[in-house]
């Protein structure tokens, strides 16, 4: 109560100035005006007057304050960055030295890896430390502080490369990487050399008497003499450890291709890099056959299930347009006895007799054969039972395809995609030594259809390659007539001259 009526004398008291000041204004400039009453003025005041806004509690009050400061923290990090962005010297920690004094520990080597992808080609990781150092014997002091990069990391190297090319490619690949090898002096370029393990003649030893006679006696039972076969796992990296530390290692030629040095590391589980000058072997796991094919045998089951579907409607087509073409067979089987025993009946039960069948089954014998003869060189195919079934088959075949929306170029680049991919997956199963089975990854339907397919390809490449040569042969023989006839009216010519020398 006593704020308001505050309030209202606050108010009384601005409503009389306002009144005498009109007055003084009305006693200088005489004008004629009723004044106000300071109640009427007051009143009218109070309700112009904007309102207080109510009075917040404490919570309220809290809970605006902080947000307000949280979006003060955000609007002074978005500034802050945008600082940084503009202005480099204003970002953190600009101010200190670009390098520490403590050095850090190098990272241990780890290994490489050599991946298969899905365009043939091999992914080889090197774990290829970008702080390698110089031989300490061979090199003084400044040249030793030399280095590839002052970052402490290994930074992985990839790089690409196909089975068929050289191990010397890979070497040319991991040189330009590295910087030249200093030596008396003189600038050289590191050498590379490539290392697999020796099993025949590794560290996989026998520890006892009992042991060492029980492999003599199953190696004497092998073999008689010693033997000078390699045997190959497949298995790779996913074969069993080595259990001596120091492995007996092989180098190989650079330029041995790199699918033969594979196949052969696969018999163990790793190969080693060597770099000359740095004192680096990198030791890289080598893929199995499961590894090598994965992606091969990942398409070839992708393409077997498009196969499978697209075999069944052919399946269905096929048997349909026989069915038809063996109906049409057996309705003309059906046509020549129904002739036959109108002949029959006809010559011996009536009166007409042979005198009037005769002629008639001459005529339409030669009748028939004259059309089959007229129809076989217009569809210009062999005259056999198999072409006539072959032409009524195909056509029946390529109306129920359109019909039930098969398409047959599209099978052919399937099955021929499949059998590409069969026929490298099994290369590959031969340089491994591994017994593939085709069954497990496409199924024994796909796997009698591809190899259908495959066998009418290759008849059908047969069949071309002997029709060029025909032709061939028939182009040569027309060739050697014109020749020979050539050869003849040159002659010809040459006697006839000759006897006319002759003649006085």
């Not at 072997?281 to 994965?294: G, K, N, Q, W």
């Not at 006895?337 to 109108?342: A, D, E, K, T």
Request: proline letters at 5%; aromatic letters at 8%; a positive charge.
């Amino acid at each position: 109560m006593n704020h308001v009526s505050g309030r209202l004398r606050s108010q009384l008291i601005r409503g009389s100035t306002c009144c005498s000041l009109a007055a003084r204004f009305q006693r200088q400039f005489p004008i004629t005006c009723r004044p106000l009453r300071p109640r009427v003025f007051a009143r009218q005041l109070q309700r112009f007057a904007p309102r207080a806004a109510p009075s917040q509690t404490d919570p309220e009050a809290k809970a605006k304050k902080l947000d307000q400061k949280v979006l003060d923290e955000q609007e002074q990090e978005v500034r802050v960055r945008q600082n940084q962005v503009k202005r480099p010297w204003h970002r953190e920690g600009a101010d200190d030295p670009p390098t520490v004094g403590v050095e850090k520990e190098a990272a241990p080597v780890r290994e490489g890896r050599l991946l298969t992808t899905p365009t043939r080609l091999l992914k080889l990781i090197l774990p290829l430390s970008t702080t390698v150092e110089k031989d300490r014997d061979n090199n003084s002091k400044h040249d030793y502080g030399r280095s590839i990069s002052p970052n402490d990391t290994i930074r992985p190297l990839a790089l690409l490369v196909h089975p068929q090319q050289p191990l010397s490619y890979v070497e040319r690949l991991i040189q330009a990487e590295l910087p030249p090898v200093i030596e008396d002096g003189k600038e050289k370029i590191p050498s590379v050399y490539f290392r697999t393990e020796d099993t025949e003649h590794g560290d996989n030893k026998p520890t006892t008497r009992t042991e060492a006679r029980r492999r003599d006696e199953e190696s004497a039972s092998r073999t008689a003499g010693p033997t000078h076969v390699e045997s190959y796992s497949g298995l790779g990296h996913e074969g069993p450890k080595r259990q001596g530390s120091d492995k007996n290692w092989v180098r190989w030629s650079n330029s041995t291709e790199l699918g033969d040095f594979i196949r052969d590391a696969a018999r163990g589980r790793e190969f080693a890099i060597e770099i000359e000058g740095y004192n680096v072997e990198m030791r890289v796991s080598v893929p199995s056959f499961s590894d090598r094919t994965y992606y091969m045998r990942a398409q070839l089951r992708k393409l077997s299930r498009q196969i499978d579907e697209q075999s069944q409607i052919k399946r269905e087509c096929d048997m349909l347009a026989y069915n038809r073409a063996n109906l049409l067979a057996k309705g003309g089987f059906a046509l020549l006895s129904g002739w036959w025993g109108v002949v029959y009946y006809v010559t011996f039960h009536t009166e007409f007799g042979w005198d009037l069948v005769e002629p008639v089954t001459y005529l339409a014998g030669l009748s028939t054969i004259m059309g089959g003869y007229l129809w076989f060189l217009y569809i210009s195919k062999d005259l056999s039972y198999k072409a006539a079934m072959n032409v009524t088959v195909s056509r029946r075949q390529n109306a129920l395809y359109e019909a039930r929306g098969f398409d047959h170029k599209r099978w052919e680049q399937l099955v021929q995609e499949a059998n590409a991919l069969r026929r490298e997956i099994k290369v590959i199963a031969v340089e491994y030594d591994v017994d593939w089975d085709e069954a497990k990854e496409v199924g024994d339907d796909v796997k009698e259809v591809l190899s259908e397919e495959r066998s009418k390809a290759g008849h059908r490449v047969r069949s071309s390659e002997k029709e060029r040569d025909e032709e061939f042969t028939e182009q040569e023989r027309k060739k050697k007539r014109r020749r020979v006839h050539k050869r003849g009216q040159a002659e010809g010519r040459a006697s006839v001259v000759a006897w006319s020398t002759v003649r006085p």
